[in-house]
Each structure stands twice: as structure tokens, then as C-alpha cells.
């Protein structure tokens, strides 16, 4: 109840039909489970200081930031079910033109799931869909989306997600030091976050 020149008027309830103001939290971060706001941080760093918004409207996606400097958009999700967001990954990437990033890491990332990538890379022609990607840190620290066999790979950086022209490593000795030296980066950036 509230006084207000002699009437009593009464303070809608949350919950209650009259109450119109949706609840709302300030950022996504504050929603989302501590190993998604890690891996959504490890990818957001490469992209250099810029402040993402966090995505508007029914895209269809899970929890994502947009990225307007870089014409990206970057969402994180525990589920690890490959091709459930591939529809959306697709139509964002139309309708928004910009590449969309789409993180599954499970409730363990690299420790016990796997962590994939799938992104849908907008072009004149139409957005094509990258699948299945792995992290890979590359010895001078550019972060890659690599496939397990061959196919196209992607660099993340300073200006965006970059196609890569060959691939970031040497040899099988390089390949597997760069795709492990970036799982061990995931498990400790979900560790520190778990812990404070």
C-alpha cells in the first residue's frame, strides 16, 4: 500500500494479473549456468574489449549475445544434441546478416562432454552451416573452430569469425597440442568461475 494525497492505493503483486512490469535481469550473464558465461567469456575475448548486447526477439536460439562490431552473434547452451539449433543458427544468420556462433558444452565441458561448435557463416549467397567444430589454440594464441577430419575451419578474432584458408597446424603432433591446449584453457575457465 502506498499513501498518495489521501488515497490508499495498492501495489500490484508480481505474480498477480496487474503486475506489467516483467521482471528482467540487468545482464544474461546473470541467467545462465557458470560453465555457459565462462565459454561465452573465452569466445568474447578473442573478440577484443567491445561490449555484446544481449539478443533481443524470438530468434530461436539459446541464451546469446550480439556483437555489432563484428557482425556476430555468439550463443551458449548445455545441450550437446547436434542439429537441434541448426534451423535457427540458419535463419538468424539470414535475417540478421551476420555469422552466428553457437556453443554445446554440456554440464562438464572437456572434462566429461566434449565441447562443439556449430556456426552459420552469412554470405551473398545464403548462410552455410559449419558443424561439429572444435576449439583449437594455435602456438601464436589466435583461437581456431576446427573439424575433427578435413573440411573448412574458422578463425575467431580481432575482426570476427574469419574462414580459414588451410589449416592451423603442421603436423598431428601440432594439431593435438592446439586442441588440447584449448581444452585445458575451457576446463580452467569453468573451474575459476565455479569457484568464485
Aim: aromatic fraction near 6%.
Amino acid at each position: 500500500m502506498k499513501f498518495e494525497g489521501g488515497l490508499i492505493r495498492t501495489v500490484p503483486v508480481r505474480g498477480s494479473r496487474q503486475y506489467t512490469k516483467a521482471p528482467m535481469t540487468p545482464m544474461i550473464h546473470e541467467a545462465l549456468p557458470t560453465a555457459s558465461v565462462a565459454l561465452l567469456k573465452y569466445v568474447l575475448a578473442e573478440l577484443g574489449p567491445h561490449e555484446p548486447e544481449p539478443l533481443g526477439g524470438n530468434t530461436g536460439l539459446p541464451a546469446a549475445v550480439e556483437c555489432l562490431k563484428h557482425d556476430l552473434i555468439v550463443a551458449v547452451t548445455p545441450i550437446t544434441a547436434a542439429g537441434l539449433f541448426d534451423p535457427a543458427l540458419l535463419r538468424c544468420a539470414a535475417t540478421r546478416s551476420c555469422d552466428v556462433v553457437l556453443v554445446r558444452h554440456g554440464f562438464h565441458p572437456e572434462s566429461i562432454d566434449p565441447v562443439r561448435v556449430d556456426i552459420a557463416l552469412h554470405s551473398l549467397s545464403g548462410p552455410f552451416l559449419l558443424t561439429a567444430l572444435s576449439f583449437f589454440r594455435h602456438r601464436d594464441r589466435s583461437l581456431h573452430l576446427v573439424p575433427d577430419g578435413s573440411g573448412l575451419g574458422v578463425k575467431i578474432g580481432r575482426d570476427g569469425a574469419e574462414i580459414a584458408t588451410g589449416s592451423p597446424w603442421d603436423s598431428a603432433w601440432d594439431r593435438a597440442a592446439g586442441l588440447e591446449s584449448a581444452a585445458a584453457q575451457i576446463v580452467l575457465a569453468c573451474r575459476s568461475r565455479n569457484r568464485g
